[in-house]
């Protein structure tokens, strides 16, 4: 895939937050991003290499969301690492117990 023409995409999903006081919805976590550039880590930069648009708000994450992608075409054989750096919204409910919760998320690179 690297410098390849094909292009990709990463999605991100989390689990429902668990704890011995009880469990918070991955359906009350939600990502957002302020813009849809990517920042360069290392490497050439790609203007093809952009953060879903869909993440201008808060999504839940509770199934898998597309976050960053590149689009096939012509790539130049740029290759790059980049990165976004999203807000979490975690929606606690009513009455949730005060206590330490955990869950996973999981970020996953799909070649299309």
């Given at each position: 895939?690297?410098?390849?023409d094909s292009g990709w995409y990463t999605t991100?999903?989390?689990?429902?937050?668990?704890?011995?006081a009880g469990t918070i919805p991955a359906a009350?976590?939600?990502?957002?991003v302020d813009t849809?550039?990517?920042?360069?880590?290392?490497?050439s930069a790609n203007a093809n290499v952009v953060v879903?648009?869909?993440?201008?708000?808060?999504t839940p994450i509770n199934s898998a969301v597309t976050f960053i992608k590149?689009?096939?075409?012509s790539n130049l054989g740029k290759l790059g690492r980049y990165a976004a750096f999203p807000w979490l919204q975690v929606m606690?409910?009513?009455?949730?117990?005060?206590?330490a919760y955990h869950g996973v998320i999981t970020y996953t690179i799909i070649e299309n």
């Open positions: 895939m690297k410098g390849a991100i999903s989390v689990t429902d937050l668990t704890g011995d009350n976590i939600s990502m957002k849809t550039a990517t920042q360069l880590i290392t490497g879903s648009n869909t993440l201008l708000s808060y590149r689009d096939a075409g606690i409910p009513a009455y949730q117990s005060v206590g």
